[in-house]
């Protein structure tokens, strides 16, 4: 049944998603107004790529993408505005979210064949790197991640590759590759909201980089992919929440109809990767039930999200139009306030707007002084400052900085699935999807075997079992299925184990010989949300201060090189790796974390056992790390050339110095002149489509 057609089925029910304020704001259905075509400026090929760049951007394909930006224009707007309105709740001390249940006895749609099994899939697989990608639709997995985000760099080079090779694929025309239906099932996924395609512009706005993937890709591949019933199938990315699950079952809904596909075809594995998300998978499931494949656990960038929504405390006043400067003088407060704040008051207003300074100091008579420039329009004035009158005070109670018990300790040594906060979140996944007929799926594996053959036999044994043990743990909990990196791990999973390293672990044989495990429902299973926001006991050490900084130095310079995720010390390390590097390394120089300032922490590891982390120190880490790389470009897995890792070295500490948290390092990589420069064609876009 059509989302939007839930409420009409019965007079009686009330339509869960319309409580909870999900309802879509656009029909799906196509508009019987005709409207003018929407003007497109897209970016000309890079060189040697005149042939892909034509056959994926073609007049048919444009239109499709350019209708779909246009008909949801207004939600994706109103999805960003509710990101920042709910950054500022947050921010200004807003309590824990509640959790959000949708009630009644419902289940999302049942699977295709294809997808009742989905025990293994191969993660990280850029299809622009040809290679790698034919390499893994030849493995024996069920899925395959076919992956324009975390482990993709969006050049536009790699963009037409990328949309090209999965062209190539789903129509047969993949060298060395199988027919469609002989493959593992490709699961896309295109990038997500932060994300925008700057080579494509829809009536003169720069698209948003997850339709732009989604559009290209269902186009040409999804009435193929339905035919084969093989798809077509999506992961979503970094979803805030259950109104953001809407928006998609919406696109897709669409999308069906605009293509003539069967409604429900269309199916989609939301990534748990945000904290938000995880207070409102039941919403994100129903949103999504006619289209839903479940939910995955996404360890790094979930646990980066919650140093980036509770890590951070502000309070921020939002408001309009013209400047108006006003400065109260001789009013007592309770408390003694910072000398400078910036605080983001909320207060009730009809416009959102641009950001409020208050500058606040304290008198010899004891008295405060308190001075704000905000953009209000005049017929509220007086309202307004009656109304910051009465409610400073308690304001105040909020401008007390950055909330150190969010403090992440050293992620190699304290945070894995085994920890409080992330077994509870593991456990809600399963119970919210196995409740509803979902499966509940396990984040990637990212250890890899050793590359030199049979001279580190030990360390692959090691690899396998650490591999092994931590997916056996989580087939314990619940899940259904997950992700590795590394072709060479499947036989490990599939039990086809060569015996000199290691007996077969039995994984999915012994512990979960059916398909899923659907039926562990979890009932008894009671998760608070302290128990999400439990940060584990631990310390900083100077190893895993060194490790963030390196992983976090060669993100941005493979990224330079246009290459999306990378091998560093036995494992592959992408934008969610490099997201909570870069997040633990801002959050220890912003708090000044002790390196001995908890018990638990070996110090054995440092030379310096009253060291604090500060930006001195990092950057002072970070540089000769950088100098060693340049004295060898050719190390191991890397092979780094001196001038862009310098710059790398730059834009690093630019964004771990940074005094306000970004959000995101992808959004801050792709909108940096220096990544254009590095990358985009020096030729001016050209008009395909016009409105006359």
């Not at 007049?59 to 960003?80: E, G, M, N, P, W």
């Not at 950054?87 to 294809?114: E, H, I, T, Y």
């Not at 919650?306 to 951070?312: A, L, S």
Request: hydrophobic letters at 40%; a positive charge; one cysteine or more.
């Amino acid at each position: 049944m059509n989302m939007a057609d839930t409420s009409s089925s019965s007079n009686n029910t009330t339509d869960p998603v319309a409580v909870l304020g999900y309802r879509p704001q656009v029909s799906v259905h196509p508009t019987s107004t005709p409207q003018p075509p929407p003007d497109v400026y897209l970016e000309p090929p890079p060189p040697g790529l005149e042939l892909e760049h034509a056959r994926i951007f073609t007049s048919d394909a444009l239109k499709f993408v350019a209708q779909l930006i246009t008909a949801f224009v207004r939600d994706i707007d109103q999805l960003y505005q509710k990101r920042l309105v709910r950054k500022c709740d947050l921010q200004g001390g807003s309590l824990l979210p509640n959790f959000q249940k949708v009630p009644g006895d419902w289940k999302v749609a049942p699977l295709p064949r294809r997808l009742l099994n989905r025990h293994l899939d191969l993660g990280d697989v850029s299809p622009s790197n040809q290679k790698h990608f034919t390499k893994a639709l030849n493995a024996d997995v069920q899925g395959v991640q076919v992956d324009f985000d975390d482990g993709h760099c969006p050049t536009w080079r790699n963009q037409i590759s990328g949309l090209h090779n999965v062209y190539r694929a789903v129509h047969g025309l993949l060298p060395g590759v199988p027919r469609i239906r002989s493959v593992p099932i490709l699961m896309l996924r295109p990038r997500a909201w932060n994300m925008v395609e700057h080579h494509l512009m829809v009536n003169g706005r720069e698209v948003p980089g997850p339709l732009f993937d989604f559009g290209l890709l269902v186009f040409h591949n999804g009435k193929i992919l339905s035919e084969q019933g093989c798809g077509p199938f999506f992961y979503l990315s970094k979803l805030e929440g259950a109104n953001e699950a809407q928006l998609w079952d919406d696109v897709f809904t669409w999308s069906e109809r605009m293509l003539g596909i069967t409604h429900g075809t269309i199916k989609a594995c939301v990534l748990i990767e945000n904290i938000l998300s995880s207070f409102e998978l039941d919403g994100i499931l129903f949103a999504l039930k006619d289209h839903s494949l479940g939910l995955n656990c996404g360890i790094w960038d979930y646990a980066a999200s919650i140093i980036c929504k509770f890590g951070i405390r502000e309070i921020i006043f939002i408001c309009s139009v013209p400047a108006f400067t006003w400065r109260v003088s001789g009013k007592p407060f309770r408390k003694k306030p910072p000398s400078v704040t910036r605080a983001i008051l909320n207060i009730d207003l009809p416009v959102i707007g641009s950001l409020v300074y208050f500058e606040s100091s304290v008198l010899n008579n004891g008295a405060t002084e308190v001075s704000c420039e905000l953009s209000v329009s005049t017929k509220v004035v007086t309202g307004l400052l009656c109304h910051i009158l009465r409610t400073f005070g308690q304001c105040l109670a909020h401008l007390s900085g950055d909330r150190k018990e969010f403090v992440l300790p050293d992620r190699s040594k304290y945070v894995n699935m085994e920890r409080h906060f992330l077994k509870s979140y593991l456990r809600l996944v399963v119970q919210a999807c196995h409740r509803r007929g979902a499966h509940a799926t396990g984040g990637m594996a990212a250890l890899l075997l050793p590359t030199d053959g049979q001279k580190h036999t030990r360390e692959a044994a090691d690899v396998m079992r650490k591999v092994s043990e931590a997916k056996l743990s989580e087939i314990r909990e619940g899940i259904d299925g997950f992700m590795v990196y590394d072709v060479g791990l499947v036989p490990v999973i599939n039990q086809i184990v060569n015996p000199r390293f290691m007996d077969p672990i039995q994984l999915w044989q012994t512990h979960s010989p059916s398909l899923n495990q659907l039926s562990l429902t979890r009932d008894d299973l009671q998760v608070t949300s302290h128990d999400l926001l439990e940060m584990p006991q631990g310390g900083v050490t100077l190893a895993g201060l060194k490790h963030n900084i390196a992983v976090g130095i060669l993100f941005v310079y493979h990224w330079l090189q246009g290459i999306g995720h990378f091998r560093y010390q036995g494992a592959v390390e992408d934008s969610a790796t490099a997201e909570i590097s870069r997040s633990q390394i801002w959050q220890w120089i912003r708090h000044g974390v002790s390196q001995t300032r908890r018990r638990i922490l070996k110090k054995t590891m440092m030379e310096d056992m009253d060291a604090v982390v500060t930006r001195s120190l990092v950057q002072s880490i970070a540089t000769r790390f950088v100098s060693e790389q340049n004295r060898t470009p050719s190390r191991g897995d890397q092979q780094t050339k001196p001038p862009r890792l310098d710059t790398a070295l730059q834009m690093f500490l630019e964004i771990v110095s940074k005094r306000d948290f970004p959000e995101f390092i992808t959004t801050y990589l792709n909108d940096s002149h220096t990544f254009w420069a590095c990358h985009r064609p020096m030729t001016a876009p050209y008009r395909l489509l016009s409105k006359q």
